[in-house]
Nanobody, 127 residues
Framework: QVQLVESGGGLGQPGGSLRLSCTASGSVLSIGDMGWYRQAPGKQREVVATISTDNTTHLADAVKGRFTISRDNAKNTVILQMNSLKPEDTSVYYC?????????????????????WGQGTQVTVSS
C-alpha cells in the first residue's frame, strides 16, 4: 500500500508565505511526476504545479513568480513553497504522485503503476 501524507497547511497572511510538504510512504518502488492541485468550494480541482523526475517544473499562470515546487527523491517528498500569498489562494491543496508500487506474494514481486492523492490540506489566506 502507498500513502501520500501532506503537511504544512493553515492560515497565512496576504503577502506572507506557507510551505506544503508531501511524502509518499509504503511499498514505493519508484515515483514519476509529482504535483500539487487545489480545489476551492464550488470549483473544480485545478493544477497548481508539477515536477518531473528530471526536475522540470510547470506552474499555473495564477501562481507563477510566487510559488515554487521542488522534490527530494531520496525522501519521496515534494514541496510547494508559496510566497506572496493572496486571498484567492485559499483552497484545499492536494498532493499527487505517479507511483509504481510493489507487492510481494510468496517471494514473487508484482508491480503496479497508479496515481495517488493525498488527503488534502486546507490553506486559508486572510488578514
Amino acid at each position: 500500500q502507498v500513502q501520500l501524507v501532506e503537511s504544512g497547511g493553515g492560515l497565512g497572511q496576504p503577502g506572507g508565505s506557507l510551505r506544503l510538504s508531501c511524502t509518499a510512504s509504503g511499498s514505493v518502488l519508484s515515483i514519476g511526476d509529482m504535483g500539487w492541485y487545489r480545489q476551492a468550494p464550488g470549483k473544480q480541482r485545478e493544477v497548481v504545479a508539477t515536477i518531473s523526475t528530471d526536475n522540470t517544473t510547470h506552474l499555473a499562470d495564477a501562481v507563477k513568480g510566487r510559488f515554487t515546487i521542488s522534490r527530494d527523491n531520496a525522501k519521496n517528498t515534494v514541496i510547494l513553497q508559496m510566497n506572496s500569498l493572496k486571498p484567492e489562494d485559499t483552497s484545499v491543496y492536494y498532493c499527487n504522485a505517479d507511483v509504481t508500487a510493489y507487492r510481494d506474494v510468496d517471494d514473487v514481486f508484482y508491480f503496479k503503476r497508479s496515481q495517488y492523492w493525498g488527503q488534502g490540506t486546507q490553506v486559508t489566506v486572510s488578514s
